[in-house]
């Protein structure tokens, strides 16, 4: 694969940005190599600068679940930004989206637009704690909710990619109120919460783990969060950042069927555009500034542009068959699961919709203890092979891969074959 005008690009970049990426886990560190430069891409494909194309299978780590350059969705965004970009004054879109996201998710009866994840989540924690005037939150080890301070204690992602402890530039009293628990395990939050019967104001949880590598909910785990919240008074909240339009179009809360009290959501309901957003139970978000107090606010929140994306993508998505994707990428894991056991090593492929990472360790795996057993030589090897092959996979043992509907039987079976001349 030529690489020229990639590294080219990267030597230059790393001269302007740091670590020359814009957000560290595409730098690809975890597995040593250098990132591909992207000049376009259309369905499930990419084309790199150098005109290699590759079959993508990181999605952007989410946002493209209808495939690349969507034609519904480009021409949604060109007809938007002919009437201008931003006008600081509502839009009718974001009315429609909202409408839209209500209707999906049985949980949310008001949402607010904001532009990413990490603001989607840090809202929602101020909102938590404004209402229940509790400061502390409960999160699980390894689980990433993007990077806000009080979340960046044992987060998973980038954090855990280049394993950093804790992070430089976060005051330990900011995460001191972060209480930390292992992913599955709930012995361990009902500890936290009878030692904090009156204290904790939330726990954030990813309904299925994306950021130590896919981890999938053991059952009874999410019902037993339910529980105890509802118990002690605290609010449950899902990071459906990922899961959300992606599980179901309704979300995990929609397939395992328990309602949080509050939903984050980024990634898909932007259509590869800024936006991320919280919604909840109306009498938690009438909170919210300016109806309640708890203060939030955005320029670009709401982006028409981004609005207008987001109501494409979603459009298309309410009308796509999920359970057939999920099928073929369950025939696709099984079939790559046998061909890597074949090559005699330990490999394990978690997977649900359209998600799925590879792990080489034999260990029951529940959380990120588990997930740390991962042989990460292994992995950079099959990851750097499989790239090599065409094959643009995520580029870290603690991500997971994200596919779309754009993917095609033929995509599959060329990942098969890449996958079968791996050399271990
Ligand atoms: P953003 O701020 O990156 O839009 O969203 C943060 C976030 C929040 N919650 C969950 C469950 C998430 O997965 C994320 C972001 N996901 C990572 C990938 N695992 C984004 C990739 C990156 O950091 O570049």
Not at 71 to 93: F, H, L, N, W
């Amino acid at each position: 694969m030529n690489t020229q005008r990639s590294e080219a690009l990267f030597v230059r970049a790393q001269e302007l940005i740091p670590g020359g990426v814009n957000s560290p886990v595409r730098a690809c560190r975890n597995v040593h190599a250098d990132p591909l430069f992207i000049a376009e891409g259309h369905g499930s494909h990419l084309t790199t600068v150098d005109g290699e194309e590759v079959i993508d299978f990181l999605g952007s780590w989410g946002p493209m679940l209808v495939g690349h350059a969507h034609p519904q969705v480009t021409e949604a965004i060109c007809k938007a930004a002919m009437r201008g970009t931003s006008y600081g004054a509502p839009c009718a879109d974001e009315v429609r989206l909202a409408e839209e996201v209500c209707a999906a998710l049985p949980s949310v009866e008001m949402v607010r637009m904001v532009n990413s994840g990490t603001e989607a989540t840090m809202s929602a924690l101020r909102l938590a704690r404004g209402v229940t005037g509790r400061d502390k939150l409960i999160k699980f080890i390894g689980g990433y909710h993007g990077h806000g301070d009080a979340f960046l204690a044992s987060a998973g992602s980038g954090v855990a990619t280049f394993s950093i402890p804790g992070t430089p530039g976060v005051p330990a009293a900011t995460v001191a109120d972060t209480l930390l628990a292992p992913y599955n395990d709930l012995d361990v939050v009902r500890t936290l919460f009878e030692a904090h019967p009156e204290e904790i104001a939330a726990v954030f949880v990813e309904p299925v783990a994306g950021n130590m590598g896919l981890i999938l909910p053991q059952p009874g785990f999410l019902k037993g969060l339910r529980d105890l919240c509802t118990r002690y008074g605290a609010l449950l909240v899902f990071d459906e950042v990922i899961t959300g339009f992606r599980l179901s179009y309704a979300g995990a809360q929609g397939r395992f069927g328990i309602l949080p009290d509050l939903t984050t959501f980024g990634k898909i309901i932007g259509g590869g555009l800024p936006v991320g957003a919280y919604g909840g139970r109306a009498d938690l978000m009438r909170h919210v500034a300016p109806e309640g107090e708890v203060y939030q606010a955005g320029t670009l929140s709401g982006n028409p542009l981004a609005m207008a994306a987001g109501l494409a993508t979603l459009d298309i998505l309410k009308h796509s068959d999920y359970a057939a994707l999920e099928a073929k990428v369950h025939s696709f894991v099984m079939e790559l699961e046998a061909i890597l056991r074949s090559k005699g090593v330990s490999v394990q492929i978690p997977h649900i919709a359209s998600l799925f990472t590879v792990y080489f360790t034999e260990a029951a795996l529940m959380d990120f203890e588990s997930v740390r057993t991962t042989d990460q030589k292994l992995f950079e090897s099959f990851y750097k092979q499989m790239r090599a092959q065409g094959i643009f996979m995520a580029p870290s043992a603690f991500e997971a891969n994200m596919l779309s509907f754009a993917h095609s039987n033929e995509d599959f079976a060329r990942a098969l074959e890449a996958a079968e001349n791996v050399k271990f």
